[in-house]
């Protein structure tokens, strides 16, 4: 499986791209995996502000729907729009044409995001 190094990632299976004081986000390679063929991303949270933790959509696969959960504290800027007639983008692609929002991030970054080799030691990789 592959977890790009400049990532920082969380327990809850999202990555995040670290660009000034704006964030991309995603899910992984392994949360794509485990979710089967994802068929609908949801978010409805553009503009929020919402804090590490708190949900901000919900992706919806073959099996299941799962939350998905804020990384890091800030205003939700953009949703990846690619993603309302391509949701297959998040298999294909999870950390290139799959990401999912862009936010603007408030406050400090919070203190348990993993490395890429940590990440992968959690997940068993």
Same mark, same amino acid.
């Given at each position: #499986?592959n977890?790009p190094?400049?990532?920082?990632?969380t327990k809850?299976? &999202?990555?995040?791209?670290?660009?000034g004081?704006?964030a991309?986000?995603?899910?992984?390679e392994?949360a794509? @995996? =485990?979710?089967g063929d994802i068929?609908y991303? &949801?978010?409805?949270t553009?503009g929020?502000?919402?804090?590490?933790g708190?949900v901000? @959509? %919900?992706? =919806?696969a073959?099996?299941t729907v799962s939350?998905?959960f804020?990384p890091?504290? @800030? =205003?939700? /800027?953009?949703?990846n729009s =690619? /993603?309302?007639?391509?949701p297959? /983008?998040?298999?294909?692609?999870?950390?290139g044409? @799959?990401? #999912?929002?862009k936010v603007k991030i %408030?406050?400090d /970054?919070? %203190?348990?995001?993993?490395?890429? %080799?940590d990440?992968?030691?959690?997940?068993g990789?």
């Amino acid at each position: #499986m592959n977890f790009p190094q400049e990532l920082k990632y969380t327990k809850d299976h &999202e990555w995040v791209k670290i660009d000034g004081d704006v964030a991309t986000i995603g899910i992984t390679e392994f949360a794509a @995996g =485990e979710l089967g063929d994802i068929v609908y991303v &949801e978010v409805e949270t553009i503009g929020d502000s919402l804090d590490t933790g708190e949900v901000f @959509g %919900s992706v =919806e696969a073959v099996k299941t729907v799962s939350d998905l959960f804020m990384p890091v504290s @800030g =205003e939700i /800027l953009e949703l990846n729009s =690619e /993603l309302e007639d391509n949701p297959e /983008l998040v298999n294909e692609s999870p950390y290139g044409d @799959g990401w #999912m929002i862009k936010v603007k991030i %408030s406050g400090d /970054l919070p %203190s348990d995001l993993l490395s890429a %080799s940590d990440y992968s030691e959690l997940v068993g990789n």
